[in-house]
């Protein structure tokens, strides 16, 4: 038999559309499911902007365009990405994409040889770990430990994974799937040792506004960090346009046009009538993103209060993202599960209640105790957040 390249075996994916296909069979066979797994937006996209990619179509913006963008977008994209870090950037630094998760392996593309080591945060985005290794580097994860008000990286570990092999670190504030966000300090340590040792950073900014309290800041704006960022930055969350494909980096110019040259030689361009949206996404009418995130609030408020009332269940209450990710230990054990999976299982054919675990999320550390599962509350309505989470509830405490 003909062989395939060997380096499919160092692939990994988003396991996350596994759990949507158990969910989708197990609602196939009539069953009630309540779908707390994907991080999809049940809300349309806003209709200024479908009206503007309409008329895109229709006055012709259908054929190639140049690689890293149009010029209007990549303006816009400079200037709203700027204004809202404190940070001045030309157009030439942005660099279009068919949404935010191609800068991830563009970015490794562009700072590291095979061999080399990128530390990332682990539970995390499992694209990190899985485009490293394709792209035959070191995955070295850090963690994160439970605090009072969430989650904080853990910067010992940080610090100790640094080797003189290591090209680059990834940095996720406003986690997905934790939904942790770093102190001012913790932002601060991060960059240092970026300084420090001469590191690269992908600041992955996906849930920049996707926030309900207080203000985000970016890594980039620090002292020293512009020249070394590469900000990774979606219209995907903000706006509902997951299926746009519409984002982009915000990169050095040296980094930036090789990034524009991986475009060339991977699609061409962006979908050329889609960024025409985008301009009008980050000019016109701002409302529709308000409305999404008062919406977004209720939800995350109404799913808080009904999983701390779980016994053996607990989660602090995040600031930002559209995710929760509950300590459930006590309550697998009142339950008599030592597996996640099988609790998740468990789960879904006893509440219809469908979630990812800390298992989707990159691969377990050791010394690794406590269990938990990731609720993603950007796809259900609040009626049905407080059914499925009720029925979760009588469940566990059966
Ligand atoms: C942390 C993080 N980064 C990047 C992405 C990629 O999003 P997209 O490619 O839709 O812009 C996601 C999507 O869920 C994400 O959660």
Redesign the pocket.
């Known amino acids: 038999m003909q062989k395939l390249a060997n380096r499919l075996e160092r692939l990994g994916t988003e396991t996350a559309f596994s759990v949507a296909q158990a969910a989708a069979a197990w609602k196939a066979k009539g069953n009630r499911v309540y779908p707390f797994h994907l991080?999809d937006i049940n809300i349309p996209m806003a209709p200024h902007i479908v009206e503007a990619m309409n008329r895109a179509i229709a006055d012709g913006y259908t054929g190639y365009c140049p690689g890293p963008g149009i010029p209007q977008l990549r303006e816009a994209l400079a200037e709203d990405i700027g204004a809202r870090r404190g940070m001045e950037f030309s157009p030439d630094n942005v660099v279009v994409m068919t949404?935010?998760?191609p800068v991830?392996t563009k970015f490794l593309q562009a700072v590291m040889d095979p061999g080399q080591e990128v530390i990332y945060p682990n539970p995390g985005?499992p694209i990190y770990e899985s485009q490293i290794e394709y792209l035959g580097g070191t995955a070295v994860p850090y963690r994160y430990v439970p605090t009072e008000s969430g989650f904080a990286i853990d910067l010992d570990q940080v610090r100790a994974s640094i080797t003189p092999n290591t090209t680059a670190i990834i940095y996720?504030d406003l986690?997905?799937p934790i939904s942790a966000e770093s102190t001012a300090a913790e932002r601060e340590a991060i960059a240092q040792l970026a300084i420090e040792h001469d590191l690269w950073v992908l600041s992955?900014e996906?849930?920049f506004e996707t926030r309900y309290e207080g203000v985000s800041s970016s890594i980039a704006a620090l002292p020293g960090m512009a020249e070394r960022t590469v900000i990774?930055y979606?219209f995907?969350k903000k706006f509902a346009m997951?299926g746009s494909?519409l984002?982009c980096a915000v990169a050095p110019l040296e980094i930036a046009q090789i990034m524009s040259k991986l475009n060339t030689n991977d699609e061409s361009c962006t979908t050329h009538y889609v960024q025409w949206a985008g301009i009008e996404a980050l000019r016109g009418p701002q409302e529709p993103v308000q409305q999404m995130l008062d919406v977004l609030k209720e939800r995350r408020d109404v799913a808080c209060e009904i999983v701390n009332s779980i016994p053996g269940v607990h989660v602090a209450v995040p600031q930002s993202t559209f995710y929760l990710f509950p300590d459930v230990t006590e309550a697998m054990e009142r339950k008599g599960f030592t597996t996640v999976g099988e609790f998740a299982t468990a789960a879904l054919e006893n509440t219809g209640v469908s979630f990812c675990t800390r298992e989707h999320f990159g691969r377990r550390l050791p010394g690794e105790e406590r269990q938990y599962i990731r609720l993603a509350y950007s796809g259900i309505e609040t009626a049905d957040i407080r059914e499925g989470l009720g029925r979760l509830r009588e469940w566990i405490e059966a």
Do not use: C, E
Request: charged share 15%; glycine share 22%.
């Open positions: 991080g949404g935010g998760k991830i985005f996720n986690q997905n992955d996906a849930y990774l979606t995907s997951t494909r984002g």
